[in-house]
């Protein structure tokens, strides 16, 4: 186990009005500071002073490599890719003692396709580089999260429509729109990363590292929630050529409004710092456990469609209940 332990200095005066104090000779010589070397000094808001020999954190590249040769598997590859992009290296070598397989280079193009940053930089038979292109403060939290609202909203107004009209084909887009939420789930995680290992980088971006964890957060029950639009479009696919009946239709239309309220809400309070509309929007969610408990699933006399409406109406109420959850991170924040 490592040990802890703080090494006191004393703090001396020279001159008319500077202070100086002696650094930690271990310190210095792990990282290599030489005489008439600058160092930077940030000060932290709970009093803390921060000396760094990195005084531009963002030019430091942190470089992950990947042997190849054991991975016969290419979701198992894109899964590594992704913990790796996650994890917030700005350089990916993957690497392989042979020629690339077919499935390895297919999964390492669609990993640059999907996710925001990374581009191949080289590569050869066996070998390729993977260097990130975004520099973390281009793609603040606040922006990639409203975005991710914008999605997720839009994904379940269209799941719904299609439920209503019976188009497949939107029900369609909907289902492939996910992947568009996920790319910027996965940014934000990055981001959470970088942030947490970099303090000084953290307070360049204005953010405390309890909102970056509170954005990770948020940013994992919005994915949840367009998770659960897809549900809603896959098993509006299995019931669009079904008659499900005015009455039953209309009590799914009033859940999902009040839904979508609840969505709206926990945006609103969030973007308006309002900590009364997040406790608002908590006390709705009853009225929509309400509504979806009142939904008759047995007015069908086909099982097959009385089982995808379950699972539509389930999906609309955990939806209002996550934004309930992002209201009450709202809350904790905010306190």
């Known amino acids: 186990m490592m040990s802890f332990h703080i090494e006191s200095r004393k703090v001396q005066k020279t001159g008319g009005s500077s202070y100086i104090i002696s650094l930690p000779k271990v310190w210095i010589d792990k990282h290599g500071v030489q005489k008439n070397d600058t160092l930077g000094i940030l000060s932290q808001p709970d009093g803390n002073l921060l000396i760094t020999p990195q005084i531009d954190t963002e030019k430091v590249l942190k470089t992950k490599e990947i042997d190849v040769d054991g991975i016969e598997d290419g979701n198992f590859l894109f899964r590594i890719l992704i913990g790796v992009y996650i994890m917030g290296f700005s350089r990916i070598e993957i690497k392989s003692s042979r020629k690339f397989k077919p499935y390895i280079r297919e999964c390492i193009t669609n990993f640059t396709q999907i996710a925001i940053g990374p581009e191949i930089v080289e590569e050869s038979n066996n070998y390729i580089l993977i260097k990130d292109l975004v520099n973390p403060r281009e793609m603040p939290f606040e922006k990639t999260i409203r975005r991710m609202y914008i999605l997720v909203q839009s994904m379940h107004e269209d799941a719904i429509k299609a439920l209503q009209s019976g188009d497949k084909e939107m029900a369609k887009e909907v289902i492939k729109r996910d992947n568009d ?142 934004a309930g959850d992002i209201s009450e991170i709202i809350i904790n924040n905010l306190v």
């Open 181 to 322: 939420v996920d790319r910027l789930h996965w940014l934000i995680g990055r981001q959470s990363h970088i942030v947490l290992r970099d303090i000084i980088l953290c307070q360049k971006l204005g953010i405390t590292l309890e909102q970056a964890s509170h954005f990770q957060q948020i940013s994992r029950l919005l994915e949840r929630t367009a998770d659960h639009a897809v549900r809603i479009a896959k098993n509006t696919l299995l019931v669009a050529d079904k008659n499900i009946g005015k009455e039953l239709l209309d009590a799914i239309l009033n859940a999902s409004n009040i839904s979508l309220q609840l969505l709206n809400m926990s945006l609103d309070a969030w973007l308006q710092k309002n900590i009364n509309l997040a406790n608002e929007n908590i006390e709705l969610i009853e009225e929509l456990i309400q509504a979806t408990e009142k939904i008759s699933l047995n007015s069908t006399n086909d099982a097959e469609t009385s089982i995808a409406i379950g699972y539509i109406v389930e999906s609309i109420r955990r939806t209002g209940e996550y």
